[in-house]
T-cell receptor, first 113, second 113 residues
Framework: GENVEQHPSTLSVQEGDSAVIKCTYS??????FPWYKQELGKRPQLIIDIRSNVGEKKDQRIAVTLNKTAKHFSLHITETQPEDSAVYFCAASNGDSNYQLIWGAGTKLIIKP | EPEVTQTPSHQVTQMGQEVILRCVPI?????FYWYRQILGQKVEFLVSFYNNEISEKSEIFDDQFSVERPDGSNFTLKIRSTKLEDSAMYFC???????????FGPGTRLTVT
């Protein structure tokens, strides 16, 4: 089955700088890659997603890139702000499943003022 | 903006007891999910539900678990004979399209003593 690795586990950046979180997956059949943001004690929120037929997607300060050959995808946050502080999870569909997502272990992003 | 709701927010039960966790998905969504998150760990897929039947389930979702959509609005997760290791935050989620969970509920924290 699919396995998703996420790095780093903790990332501390200065406010205004960029943050990059990376994930790798194992199943070449995976075709859907969402990213979720979870603030302390709250529900995960879908912030951006990408399908395997697209290499890059951007939404304001957030972008996701996908390298199918290398089986890795990344989340890029530019001009970070204090409210970006949270745990970010990547996920990948379990093979070509349309229902089951395999999640990464999460990255705690800390924005230093 | 409509949100997924869950009740109760916190459930404490004794080992061996049965619990029912309740969810009200967003009204026009067709796909429903249950996930769990043990404190500080990754989110784990339990089951997906579409057209009044289970579409996929993980290895975690054994005979101890069942789901039901008893009416047009509620979606429930039943855990029979709870174990200590069932203690976790249980998230319900729903989506309009078949692309994975777009909207999560606030979660039910289950504590098994």
């Amino acid at each position: 089955g699919e396995n998703v690795e996420q790095h780093p586990s903790t990332l501390s950046v200065q406010e205004g700088d960029s943050a990059v979180i990376k994930c790798t997956y194992s199943d070449s059949a995976s075709n859907y890659f969402p990213w979720y943001k979870q603030e302390l004690g709250k529900r995960p929120q879908l912030i951006i997603d990408i399908r395997s037929n697209v290499g890059e997607k951007k939404d304001q300060r957030i972008a996701v890139t996908l390298n199918k050959t290398a089986k890795h995808f990344s989340l890029h946050i530019t001009e970070t702000q204090p409210e970006d502080s949270a745990v970010y999870f990547c996920a990948a569909s379990n093979g070509d499943s349309n229902y089951q997502l395999i999640w990464g272990a999460g990255t705690k992003l800390i924005i230093k003022p | 903006e409509p949100e997924v709701t869950q009740t109760p927010s916190h459930q404490v039960t004794q080992m061996g007891q049965e619990v029912i966790l309740r969810c009200v998905p967003i009204s026009n969504h067709l796909y429903f999910y249950w996930y769990r998150q043990i404190l500080g760990q990754k989110v784990e897929f339990l089951v997906s539900f579409y057209n009044n039947e289970i579409s996929e389930k993980s290895e975690i979702f054994d005979d101890q678990f069942s789901v039901e959509r008893p009416d047009g609005s509620n979606f429930t997760l039943k855990i029979r004979s709870t174990k200590l290791e069932d203690s976790a935050m249980y998230f319900c989620a729903s989506s309009e399209y078949q692309v994975g969970p777009g909207s999560f509920g606030p979660g039910t924290r289950l504590t098994v003593t």
